[in-house]
């Protein structure tokens, strides 16, 4: 019991700012303004009917300050919860209490980040920890690369599956037209790519981007006058399991499995209600064992379960359509783009990578597998 | 408080030793040094010193744009602790886990506080 109600706010609009490598000078705080404008064009509303703020992002300390002020705005609700790259469905959650306790009516949700622009180093400062930092771990990389060096010892899942997690979100990538990644890729390819911290090269990690974007979230009546079809929030589970990798109590399991069952509680559905699954895949990893933990394959086999295809285009489970982390953009904090690519399927705004949909399960990851949150949305029909 | 829980740690390093934390509420070891136990919200933690034993749980090899690749393991203590760390006198790509292994202090000299390391531990017939 989370206190939420079912279909208690909807998501109403959703947008992505300049993606990739943005224009020199631009900072995390016009991304997420120039998102918000986008959003809000998506559902005909303005400035002047926002009143619920939130907003994260590493490269500002008090960003519901700035981006406040820089809109002009002085919002009754803010929350600037920041958790890693989950923080959004964080938000989500948060959005749906507010909006149904009428701390606000509509609320926007925003990201932005200059990452690759400004460099890794500068956009998210690391913190020391005596007893991590002296073995010089390279984070985030050697703290997944241990997740899953343990799953290939329990499980024996292979580099090769783990490689097509990263060869599915290439082929969904290429067919979406802002994704960075434009070229094919093969397994073969992953494998042999520069090694990073083994078992993952380059290529089983997510990219380095900049972007942002912003959705704006309303009370399910005002949602429906709207310019487009309202998407529901249908349910929302949040976990939080440890900080650093050392303190991880099982790195085969992740809070995805209690973050899931709450969502899924909340929604009155289970994982075979779900029609299209958006994971933060930050390295391939990840995609196993949310699809171990959300429960849509037994655990330990996530490895065999994205063979084949089964979670490309054409495969049974469409997985990550927009091309993911790891192959469309990844500004550090991937969170918000796993919403907007839901709702536009539900939607049927994708093009050719539309896949049939009612439900979506949108699942943030931050940290190093340390914090997890799942959103499950939902169209009109399934309220 | 007179020394916080790192500066304990330390102290025990400098003596060439693997100190942690007990909490006898809970009855289990506690890792990293804290204030507050992590199991029972108490601030009732004794100190003991590990016997040096444990098993790889998890390991990886990372490797840096500019120099050789190292080992980074996860350590799970006997005494039932867990720690970062890294197993030496072996090449790095060779540590497995399962693999037993034996604390011992190392020194990097200059400002750097001494830190725990690990080296494979000779099974016996």
């Not at chain 1, 009754?76 to 959004?88: E, H, K, P, R, W």
């Not at chain 1, 933060?280 to 994205?306: H, S």
Request: proline share 6%.
């Amino acid at each position: 019991m989370n206190g939420l109600q079912r279909a208690g706010a909807a998501i109403v609009g959703a947008a992505e700012s300049h993606l990739g490598h943005v224009a020199e000078g631009l900072n995390p705080i016009d991304l997420m303004a120039q998102g918000i404008h986008r959003a809000l064009d998506d559902c005909g509303l303005s400035l002047r009917d926002v009143d619920g703020l939130l907003c994260a992002t590493t490269q500002s300390r008090t960003s519901g300050l700035s981006l406040s002020e820089y809109l002009g705005i002085s919002p009754a609700f803010v929350d600037t919860t920041i958790l890693g790259g989950s923080s959004f469905m964080f938000h989500v959650a948060h959005a749906v209490a507010a909006i149904q306790l009428g701390m606000c009516r509509v609320a926007v949700i925003a990201y932005g980040s200059t990452q690759r622009s400004v460099g890794r180093r500068q956009a998210s400062v690391r913190e020391i920890n005596p007893f991590e930092t002296p073995y010089r771990p390279f984070l985030p990389s050697s703290a997944y690369a241990l997740a899953a060096s343990r799953h290939m010892h329990q499980y024996g899942t292979k580099r090769e599956q783990m490689a097509a997690v990263a060869v599915a979100a290439r082929e969904w990538a290429l067919m979406n037209p802002v994704a960075w990644e434009k070229k094919p890729l093969t397994i073969p390819e992953v494998l042999s790519a520069r090694m990073v911290s083994y078992p993952f090269t380059v290529r089983d990690i997510c990219l380095v981007t900049d972007g942002g974007g912003a959705i704006v979230m309303t009370a399910p009546d005002h949602a429906r006058s709207l310019k487009k079809a309202p998407v529901y929030v249908l349910g929302c589970g949040q976990a939080i399991t440890h900080a650093n990798i050392s303190s991880m109590p099982d790195l085969t399991v992740t809070g995805a499995l209690a973050s899931g069952r709450q969502a899924y509680a909340m929604a009155g559905l289970g994982p075979d209600d779900i029609d299209v699954l958006e994971l933060y895949d930050a390295f391939t990893i990840n995609t196993i064992l949310f699809l171990e933990d959300l429960g849509f394959c037994p655990k330990g086999e996530g490895g065999r379960f994205v063979e084949n295809g089964r979670i490309a285009p054409g495969g049974s489970l469409p997985v990550n359509t927009n091309g993911g982390g790891l192959s469309y953009c990844h500004p550090g904090m991937y969170g918000l783009f796993l919403l907007i690519e839901a709702v536009r399927q539900l939607r049927q705004e994708c093009g050719p990578r539309q896949v049939p949909c009612e439900t979506a399960l949108a699942h943030g990851n931050g940290g190093v597998l340390s914090s997890q949150a799942t959103v499950i949305l939902g169209t009109e029909a399934t309220v | 408080m007179e020394q916080s829980p790192l500066a304990v740690y330390q102290a025990h390093l400098d003596k060439g030793e693997l100190a942690y934390q007990y909490s006898p509420q809970a009855g289990k070891a506690v890792f990293y040094p804290r204030v507050i136990c992590s199991y029972t919200g108490s601030a009732n933690l004794e100190w003991r010193v590990s016997a040096g034993l444990g098993t790889v749980y998890a390991t990886t090899v990372t490797h840096p744009a500019q120099g050789d690749p190292y080992n980074i393991v996860l350590i799970d203590m006997d005494e039932g602790f867990r720690l970062m760390s890294r197993v030496e006198d072996m090449p790095p790509e060779a540590v497995r886990i399962g693999m037993r292994v034996r604390f011992r202090v190392h020194r990097p000299g200059g400002d750097e506080p001494p830190y725990p390391v690990f080296v494979p531990e000779e099974v016996s017939f």
